[in-house]
């Protein structure tokens, strides 16, 4: 069993920057696929990044590329996103999930454990 907590939300301006934490607990991240996912109100829970722990492959979201990534120096228990230039359509809840991932990684489905949920907003 994975407990997973996201913090770093907040409020921030076009342009800025926020970093977003995912601590996990009860077991590490190192046996596990690790996605970001985000849902605006009204909508459904889209794929924002994602990184295999085995060689520290990512992907991203064609919407994000160029300005999120998951950094390459998380420790056993703890994944980041560090968002850059963001824009006010990046105003969601953004969630971190984990899982053994044997199918698309950009499939929620394909993970078993969540966090709560961080919000961010950006204001234009």
């Known amino acids: 069993q994975v407990q997973l907590v996201e913090s770093g939300g907040g409020l921030v301006q076009a342009g800025g920057s926020l970093r977003l934490s995912c601590a996990a607990s009860g077991r590490t991240f190192s046996s596990y696929g690790v996605g970001w996912f985000r849902q605006a109100p009204g909508k459904g829970r889209d794929f924002v990044a994602a990184i295999r722990w085995s060689g520290g492959i990512t992907w991203y979201a064609d919407s994000v590329k160029g300005r999120f990534t998951i950094p390459g120096n998380n420790a056993k228990n703890t994944v980041y996103l560090q968002m850059n230039s963001l824009k006010p359509e990046d105003k969601a809840v953004y969630y971190c999930?984990?899982?053994?991932?044997?199918?698309?990684?950009?499939?929620?489905?394909?993970?078993?454990?969540w966090g709560q949920g961080t919000q961010v907003t950006v204001s234009s």
């Open positions: 999930a984990a899982g053994v991932v044997f199918g698309n990684r950009r499939n929620p489905s394909e993970y078993h454990y």
